[in-house]
């Protein structure tokens, strides 16, 4: 990422006591001249079934509900045009959201998605499956979740990466974090760090039982790790301008030490890179990635590889009522 021209804000509600990720795209596009998108997405499964054998009055229905939907937008827009934003509002009838919401990301080809994340602890994950979690996995473009609805002052940006692509995450993912993560800290003139956490290395010991043994590698062995794994993340730093005193190597479990991380360097914005699994591989590297982001208690941005295609379809399945925007 080295620009934005347009930011897709997905309200949950069209009309909310707050907002943190409408503040603070505002906020985000007063400083790099981007238009804001406010975009809902509309879909009432009640409605859905009362069209059975009333098609007319089913489109009439879906018509009035955009038509309400989009003028409560427009209201939460003027104030946002007043300060000399560019915004444009818009609302699709569309299911499952977290689709729709990619559907218009690409539909206007966006550079960012925002949207207000209420995971707070772990007993959310079942009501946030399909929004947080899937947008998470699917949307094409950068996503930033917004946790804390404090305005960015000077923020410590922290990008996580992993120069030995655990999980087999393509190699170009570190460049578009560091890239994404960069460009963050310079439009909101805060600082870039960098952070990497592995685990020790280990020995597999044949047993005579029914699996091998797994135990921690030699003392000389893990300090020359240790040394290979640091002096790969200094050299990837180095390539995007980040200093060596701005990058951490730590020996540990990910899961615990990125939060513990970026809480003492007190990080506004985690960059993050995601890799979307099938089967077995996208359910264990997924909850991995969940429980980060249970943890962290602060704004996080999610990025893929150049090369990631959303399977999302471009067409949605129930029928689209969408107003001009």
């Known amino acids: 990422m080295d620009a934005i021209r347009r930011i897709l804000v997905a309200l949950a509600q069209p009309v909310a006591a707050s907002e943190p990720a409408l503040a603070k795209a505002a906020q985000l596009a007063q400083r790099c001249g981007a238009e ?24 009439r229905n879906i018509e009035l509900l955009v038509r309400q939907t989009r003028e409560r937008l427009e209201k939460r827009a003027q104030p946002l045009r007043s300060e000399g934003l560019r915004v444009r509002t818009s609302v699709h009838w569309d299911y499952p959201p977290y689709e729709g919401i990619i559907r218009q990301a690409m539909r206007h080809e966006v550079d960012l998605v925002m949207v207000s994340s209420r995971r707070r602890r772990r007993a959310a994950r079942l009501f946030l499956e399909f929004t947080d979690w899937q947008l998470i996995r699917l949307s094409p473009v950068p996503l930033l979740l917004i946790k804390t609805p404090q305005p960015w002052k000077g923020p410590t940006v922290l990008a996580a990466v992993d120069p030995f692509h655990a999980h087999a995450a393509p190699a170009a993912l570190d460049d578009a974090i560091l890239q ?20 020790a290395a280990l020995s597999v010991i044949a047993a005579p039982m029914p699996e091998p043994m797994v135990v921690p590698a030699p003392a000389a062995e893990v300090r020359k790790e240790a040394r290979r794994v640091r002096k790969a993340v200094l050299a990837l730093a180095a390539r995007h301008g980040v200093a060596a005193r701005q990058a951490h190597v730590v020996t540990g479990d990910p899961v615990t030490l990125l939060p513990r991380i970026a809480r003492r360097s007190r990080a506004r914005i985690v960059v993050m890179g995601a890799v979307s699994r099938s089967g077995l591989k996208r359910l264990f590297i997924g909850d991995t990635a969940q429980r980060v982001l249970d943890d962290l208690d602060c704004d996080i941005c999610v990025v893929k590889a ?15 009522v969408v107003l001009p925007g």
């Open 306 to 320: 150049p090369d990631f295609r959303t399977p999302v379809p471009a067409r949605s399945a129930p029928r689209a």
């Open 36 to 59: 804001l998108e406010l975009f809902h997405c509309l879909y009432d499964p009640y409605v859905f079934r009362r069209q059975t054998f009333h098609t007319r009055g089913f489109d």
């Open 180 to 199: 994404t993560g960069r460009f963050l800290s310079r439009t909101l003139r805060g600082r870039l760090h960098v952070v990497h956490a592995h685990v």
